[in-house]
């Protein structure tokens, strides 16, 4: 989608007026999805974080009290100015009040500001930058799946908890590969873990062997993949033609069920990762796989997709309680007593809008171990929401310094 063509999908939830103690909102409750639909994280996100937010409102009209609620989505193709331009639009001339997904942390950052700016919510439930929780926190917005520190630091807990404490980095040379390796190398530490060294790669990189030779005479025992797209899939798939696996573990920093779907599990197997959803992971969740199936053509949903919906139904039953969308109050609300949420279980949202629940150790399991499609992980452990993220005390966000 270029700038300005954007899809709108309109849910009537009763009549067109609300009201909750004596508060009105006169016009429609507008939430925006914005997402990469074309783009390298289009299997992650895009049309099916379109299907998710659609099944959240389905949910809510049957709670509403009279709620109108109208969905929009764009595409931003990983560009901020671009991405900042369509919620500008929104905000000037749909009356969006809200605006959920924003994988890219370039554009979620971009994006969260004008929120902030408007007094409107920025749900960051795709965004991986955990600077949206630290020095660009704001009384606005909620990350909600995960974050770079969630998961550097909890693969690295997690594994070396398991006797895995010698890590070799493939590192993708931007951001997101550095805050990757630095939480996983510091968590490490605290665990008598170590790094036995690293490979800086450009984005792009298509040839891995001189990187992974070096990983094999580190003597390592995890090849740690600080990237994503398609140089992860790249890396592993070379890996594994290298032989390092399963001589080696590989430890995918950043990677969803769409990346594993791609490789093939006979490529994958073995591979750990960190999840805060799967949807084969208990009944809940696979009542909500089998409703996203039902309109995404067979497939099922990643924790991205599952993010869009948690986060989407979380902010309308604010708006409901709150009769407001002025976004510091609505935030406000959704921060007032833990969520009971059918697929991350119970979520406390912090003062520097990091939700916080449990996330899961997986194994991507064996050709021969699995029963149906997209069953493709086995638990391993559960890391419990209160080790999983960054402590809000070392977050840097200037809202929880004021408060002290």
Known sequence: M??????????ALACAGFSTEGRALDQPVRIGVLSDMSGPFSDQVGAGSVAAARLALDDFARESGGLK????????????????GIARRWLDQENVSAI??????????????????RNRVALASSAMTSDLTGKFCAPTTVQWVSDTWAQGSATARALAERGSRQWYFLTVDYA???????????????????????SRLPLGTSDFSSALLTAQSSGAQVLALANTGADMIN????????????????????IQLSDVHSLGLATAQGLQLVSAFYWDRDEATRAFGDRFAAVMNGRRPTEDHAGVYSATLAYLRAVRATGTVEGDRVVATMRTEPIEDPLFGTVTIRPDG??????????????????????????????????AFRPMKESGCAMIEKSN
């Open 354 to 387: 990091r939700a916080v629940h449990d996330m899961y150790l997986y194994e991507v399991k064996a050709p021969s171990e699995s029963q149906r499609p997209y069953d493709y992980y086995k638990h391993v452990a559960k890391i419990a929401g209160d080790q």
């Open 100 to 117: 959920v997904d924003l994988p890219n942390s370039g554009v979620a950052l971009a994006v969260a500001n004008l929120m902030r700016e």
């Open 2 to 11: 270029k700038l300005g063509r954007m899809v709108r999908f309109a849910v």
């Open 69 to 84: 609620v109208e969905l929009l989505a764009a595409d931003h193709q990983n560009k901020p100015d671009i991405g900042l």
């Open 176 to 198: 997101l590969g550095h805050a990757l390796e630095r939480d996983a190398t510091r968590a490490l530490g605290e665990m008598n873990g170590r790094s036995t060294g690293g």
């Open 235 to 254: 890396a592993i798939k070379q890996a594994g033609e290298f032989g390092l696996t399963p001589k080696m573990k590989a430890a995918a920093l950043f």
